[in-house]
């Protein structure tokens, strides 16, 4: 791990901005789906300009971050095919996160936040669902048929609750739900 700034650089590329299947699946990663929405050009897909930021997150914090490291990201602007990116990692005092960007050439934010090893600071503010099934010894992965069978009462219900609201309600769930995703600290 270093003590000091490390900045990494890419280029974003895309395959092909114009993919007339990428249209269909999800237009904003096209040009003209983007430019329906008012927008320059194709999107370079948010997961895929976070993973070339990695490397630059190694080079501050060592490998060890791969198995016990932590991110809070957010994407701040779409980033286009062509654009070039700095990935910064910057050391704050003596807080055990780091500042983690990812600038554009002209200096704005595509994607800002913090990075660290060890347990996450906001980790204990997270909460589980309350709709998460029960598992099979061994976990869901290891046996299917006894995860598809405990699975299916909790869907029962949870469907069973959703029919008892009627479809403005539903809309007004969904529409809070949507607007309060990602947000830990209220």
Same mark, same amino acid.
Do not use: C
């Given at each position: 791990m270093t003590?000091?700034?490390?900045?990494?650089?890419?280029?974003?590329?895309?395959?092909? =901005?114009?993919? =007339?299947?990428?249209?269909?699946?999800?237009r904003i990663h096209t040009n003209a789906g983007a430019q329906e929405y008012g927008f320059k050009g194709a999107f370079v897909g948010g997961v895929t300009l976070y993973a070339w930021t990695i490397p630059t997150v190694i080079d501050a914090l060592g490998g060890e971050w791969l198995d016990h490291g932590w991110?809070?990201?957010r994407f701040r602007r779409p980033t286009y095919p062509g654009a070039r990116i700095r990935v910064r990692v910057t050391p704050r005092g003596d807080d055990a996160a780091r500042g983690f960007?990812?600038?554009q050439d002209d200096g704005e934010a595509s994607i800002v936040g913090e990075v660290g090893l060890g347990t996450a600071p906001w980790l204990g503010d997270l909460t589980v669902t =309350?709709?998460?099934? =029960?598992?099979?010894?061994?976990?869901?992965?290891?046996?299917?048929?006894?995860?598809a069978r405990l699975l299916g009462p909790v869907l029962a219900g949870a469907?069973?609750?959703?029919s008892a609201l009627s479809p403005e309600d539903l809309i007004g769930k969904r529409y809070d739900r949507f607007r309060h995703m990602?947000?830990?600290f209220v």
């Amino acid at each position: 791990m270093t003590t000091g700034m490390i900045e990494g650089e890419f280029v974003a590329t895309m395959d092909d =901005p114009d993919d =007339p299947d990428m249209f269909e699946r999800n237009r904003i990663h096209t040009n003209a789906g983007a430019q329906e929405y008012g927008f320059k050009g194709a999107f370079v897909g948010g997961v895929t300009l976070y993973a070339w930021t990695i490397p630059t997150v190694i080079d501050a914090l060592g490998g060890e971050w791969l198995d016990h490291g932590w991110v809070n990201i957010r994407f701040r602007r779409p980033t286009y095919p062509g654009a070039r990116i700095r990935v910064r990692v910057t050391p704050r005092g003596d807080d055990a996160a780091r500042g983690f960007e990812a600038l554009q050439d002209d200096g704005e934010a595509s994607i800002v936040g913090e990075v660290g090893l060890g347990t996450a600071p906001w980790l204990g503010d997270l909460t589980v669902t =309350p709709f998460a099934p =029960p598992e099979p010894d061994g976990g869901a992965h290891n046996d299917h048929a006894a995860s598809a069978r405990l699975l299916g009462p909790v869907l029962a219900g949870a469907l069973q609750e959703l029919s008892a609201l009627s479809p403005e309600d539903l809309i007004g769930k969904r529409y809070d739900r949507f607007r309060h995703m990602g947000q830990f600290f209220v």
